[in-house]
């Protein structure tokens, strides 16, 4: 789940460049600005970091519509494949495959357009790179991620849910999970945030949600871009993304130095 790659993987390759560079710059999209988030929230690797910029964060995904998503949520697709004993979640592979399959038949889920089931309609995409993305994507990732990742439909940025108190003690030392309050965040920590006005994963009001929570930060630490004809995808494989985002990115970065 996403609250083990927080706590071990991105506390590693913190750590990791930090020995090798000094201050880091961190640049996250989706997932990754998702397990940036509550990290910093609770003080994780802080002490390293100089400013951060998260693309697209998914924090809160209330508002979701993206058909795909929305169905694997719904139908708890996630927690099948946990009772099925399974450990990593892939499409490539029964009986995964076949369970998706029927998911295919829904309104708005076009086997042959998965990249728009699963990111919406994105505005900037050559055709080739949508040709190379569904050649290799969606990647795997663990069934404890999905499921954790369904919980937050629900029930915002939560701590995972073993689903049974004495489970949870044991794992992770709560007999419920909390919430990530990402108030807590350090308010002088410089942070770009972004999102798109056509992102149906987490849209303008899961966004405003977030920047809520951060209404106390210090003035001019905070740097808020938003794209109106952005989807999920736009940001980083957009064909305009250069000067639309990672230009933005890099003169964040310059003027943290």
Not at 86 to 101: H, N, S, V
Not at 148 to 156: E, K, P, R
Request: aromatic share 10%; glycine share 8%.
């Amino acid at each position: 789940m996403w609250d083990e790659l927080a706590a071990f993987d991105l506390q590693a390759m913190f750590d990791f460049i930090h020995r090798q560079t000094g201050k880091n710059n961190c640049v996250g999209h989706s997932l990754g600005s998702l397990t940036a988030l509550p990290s910093l929230s609770e003080g994780r690797f802080v002490d390293k970091l100089q400013s951060a910029a998260l693309l697209r964060p998914i924090e809160y995904l209330s508002h979701m519509i993206t058909a795909l998503v929305v169905i694997t949520a719904k139908t708890f697709v996630a927690e099948i494949a946990m009772l099925l004993g399974l450990a990593e979640f892939t499409l490539k592979a029964k009986p995964l495959a076949d369970l998706f399959q029927a998911l295919y038949d829904y309104p708005g889920v076009h086997y042959y357009d998965l990249q728009a089931a699963l990111t919406g309609k994105n505005c900037c995409l050559y055709g080739s790179t949508v040709d190379l993305f569904l050649k290799n994507e969606p990647q795997s990732t663990s069934v404890k991620n999905l499921v954790h990742l369904g919980h937050m439909v629900c029930d915002g940025v939560l701590m995972y849910d073993y689903g049974v108190a004495s489970s949870n003690v044991i794992h992770g030392g709560y007999a419920r999970p909390s919430v990530h309050n990402l108030s807590n965040l350090p308010h002088d920590l410089p942070i770009f945030l972004n999102y798109g006005g056509q992102d149906p994963l987490s849209n303008e009001s899961d966004a405003r949600y977030l920047l809520e929570s951060l209404k106390l930060y210090d003035a001019g630490k905070l740097t808020v871009q938003s794209i109106e004809d952005y989807a999920h995808a736009d940001f980083i494989m957009g064909l305009n993304a250069e000067d639309k985002v990672f230009g933005r990115v890099l003169s964040f970065f310059k003027n943290q130095q």
